[in-house]
T-cell receptor
C-alpha cells in the first residue's frame, strides 16, 4: 500500500540554524499539508499546498517558514532560523482530492537546542 | 473561530469493555469529519464521515455523524489492549481543506 514518507525521522539542531524537512507524497496525490504537534499538545495546521502554491497558511506559518516542491516529488518545509519553540513533531499529509482522507507520514521529530 | 472538542480527554477501561468517544464541533462551512488513531507517531486514518446518520463500521470500530447536533461518536466494542491510543477527531472546512483538530481522547485498555 502506498504511503507518505518523511525524512529525517529525527533532527537535532541549534537555535538559529536552518532546517529542511522532507516529505515524499503518495504519487497520485495533489494536495499537501504540513502539521505540527508539540509534545503533549494538539495537532496544529501549518500550511496547505496545491498546484505549486500555498493555498492557506496558519498564524504559526510566519516568514521563518517556507514550503516548496522542488523536483515534482519531494515536498519540503524549511525553517530558516529555528527557535526553541519550534521543537515539535512535524507531520506531512497528502490527499488526492479534498473529498478524501488525508494520509499522514510518520513525522519528523525536530529538537532545537 | 472554528473549534473541535473531544470528550473525555482520557479514559481507562478493562479489556472487553465497550467505549464511546465523543467529538463536537463548531465550524463554518463543514465538509467532513475524520477520526484518526495515534499511537506512537503519525495519526492513522479510521473513518471519514460526511453524511448524517450513516454509520461507518470497521471490525469492532464504528462511527456516526449528527450534522444537526454537530457531533460524532466513535464506538469501540470488545476492547483489546491494542486499542490503547489517542483517538483524534478532525474536521475539514471548505475554505482550504485543512484539518481542524480536537485535543484527542487518550484511551487506555487494561488487561
Amino acid at each position: 500500500e502506498p504511503e507518505v514518507t518523511q525524512t529525517p525521522s529525527h533532527q537535532v539542531t541549534q537555535m538559529g540554524q536552518e532546517v529542511i524537512l522532507r516529505c515524499v507524497p503518495i504519487s497520485n496525490h495533489l494536495y499537501f499539508y504540513w502539521y505540527r504537534q508539540i509534545l503533549g499538545q494538539k495537532v496544529e495546521f501549518l500550511v496547505s499546498f496545491y498546484n505549486n502554491e500555498i493555498s492557506e497558511k496558519s498564524e504559526i506559518f510566519d516568514d521563518q517558514f517556507s514550503v516548496e516542491r522542488p523536483d515534482g516529488s519531494n515536498f519540503t518545509l524549511k525553517i530558516r532560523s529555528t527557535k526553541l519553540e519550534d521543537s515539535a513533531m512535524y507531520f506531512c499529509a497528502t490527499t488526492r482530492d479534498t473529498a478524501f482522507e488525508q494520509y499522514f507520514g510518520p513525522g519528523t521529530r525536530l529538537t532545537v537546542t | 473561530e472554528d473549534k473541535v472538542v473531544q470528550s473525555p480527554l482520557s479514559l481507562v477501561v478493562h479489556e472487553g469493555d465497550t467505549v464511546t468517544l465523543n467529538c463536537s464541533y463548531e465550524v463554518t462551512n463543514f465538509r467532513s469529519l475524520l477520526w484518526y488513531k495515534q499511537e506512537k507517531k503519525a495519526p492513522t486514518f479510521l473513518f471519514m464521515l460526511t453524511s448524517s446518520g450513516i454509520e461507518k463500521k470497521s471490525g469492532r470500530l464504528s462511527s456516526i455523524l449528527d450534522k444537526k447536533e454537530l457531533f460524532s461518536i466513535l464506538n469501540i466494542t470488545a476492547t483489546q489492549t491494542g486499542d490503547s491510543a489517542v483517538y483524534l477527531c478532525a474536521v475539514v472546512v471548505d475554505s482550504n481543506y485543512q484539518l481542524i483538530w480536537g485535543a484527542g481522547t487518550k484511551l487506555i485498555i487494561k488487561p
